[in-house]
């Protein structure tokens, strides 16, 4: 009798929901940490957990109860670094439910979908998912184009909003919030270049250029998400791992390294060097303080 109470009371324990994702750029974990707030306004606890964190936490899945997946899109799909991971993923013996989010350019493909399916063939139950397309479109290169596009703040209180009615969905255990867009033929188009991002990536990652001379032997171009960079005297880049996010290249606090094709191009230093970014703890207080009044 004993025990099945102690049971009951752990399954009324609310355990952290983690939000793993991958952002080279910054953007996808500002989306990151709207969804988080929103879900900190549904009183639910949350977790973010960037992905070169996730081999050390050794998460079990069959003691989450909701987790959730990010990341930008390349070559209309999730990052290949998340979507290695999001298919060794073990298949689990009870429904653990799950959402998705990507940052995009506009062509998101059938991204969600196709990470949706995977996860659900591991017994993962789908619950939401939000495709945002970022202002910057692209946001490799840092230009005077940046100084001419805006955050919309409707579109971040979408960001927001879909937090606190995932809490909702999460808290009732029913609906299903899905405000993705996915590309028209995005399947087709995925398959077409999936097959031809893994040359272009190795090839192209070829034209990453180093200067010796401005090189400080700091090592920052080692925190790549596949472990693509080593220093060995200088940065070697393994191009078979390559997947062009271009983070050792943000990373050089000298512009030791650089892309070949543009040598003197300034890299996108996040989210909030755009005009309109909101800070996602200011959204959070504010409504917060418009729950009180």
């Known amino acids: 009798m004993l025990i099945h109470i102690y ?20 953007n996808t974990k500002y989306i990151a940490k709207l969804i ?10 949350t977790e973010l957990i960037p992905y070169n964190t996730i081999k ?12 959730g997946i990010g990341a930008p899109i390349y ?14 993923l073990p298949k689990v013996k009870k429904k653990v439910k799950f959402f998705l989010f990507d940052t995009n350019a506009g062509l998101p493909g059938s991204s969600i979908k196709h990470v949706r399916k995977i996860l659900e063939k591991k017994n993962f139950e789908f619950i939401g998912a939000i495709e945002i397309v970022t202002p910057t479109r692209d946001s490799v290169f840092d230009s005077k184009f940046f100084t001419h596009v805006k955050w919309s703040r409707k579109k971040i209180e979408k960001v927001f909003q ?6 909702k969905v999460i808290k009732t255990g029913k609906g299903v919030l899905d405000w993705s867009n996915p590309t028209l033929f995005g399947s087709i188009i995925r398959a077409y270049f999936r097959v031809l991002k893994k040359p272009f990536y190795k090839y192209t990652s070829k034209l990453i250029g180093y200067n010796h001379k401005e090189c400080i032997s700091c090592k920052a171009c080692e925190n790549c998400p596949t472990d693509a960079i080593k220093f060995d005297n200088k940065p070697v880049i393994n191009h078979e791992k390559c997947i062009l996010c271009f983070r050792c290249l943000r990373n050089c606090p000298n512009n030791a390294l650089y892309f070949k094709l543009l040598p003197k191009a300034k890299y996108f230093k996040g989210p909030k060097t755009i005009n309109g970014y909101i800070h996602p703890n200011d959204l959070l207080k504010e409504y917060q303080q418009k729950i009180m009044k």
């Open 56 to 67: 050390k936490r050794n998460l079990n899945f069959e003691e989450i109860q909701v987790f």
């Open 36 to 45: 988080r707030n929103g879900l900190i306004l549904a009183k639910l606890e």
């Open 162 to 167: 879909f937090g606190i009615n995932l809490g």
């Open 75 to 88: 070559a209309l799909a999730f990052t290949p670094n998340i979507l290695e991971w999001v298919q060794n």
């Open 7 to 26: 049971i009951n009371l752990l399954n009324l324990i609310e355990l952290k929901i983690p939000i793993i994702y991958f952002s080279s750029s910054g």
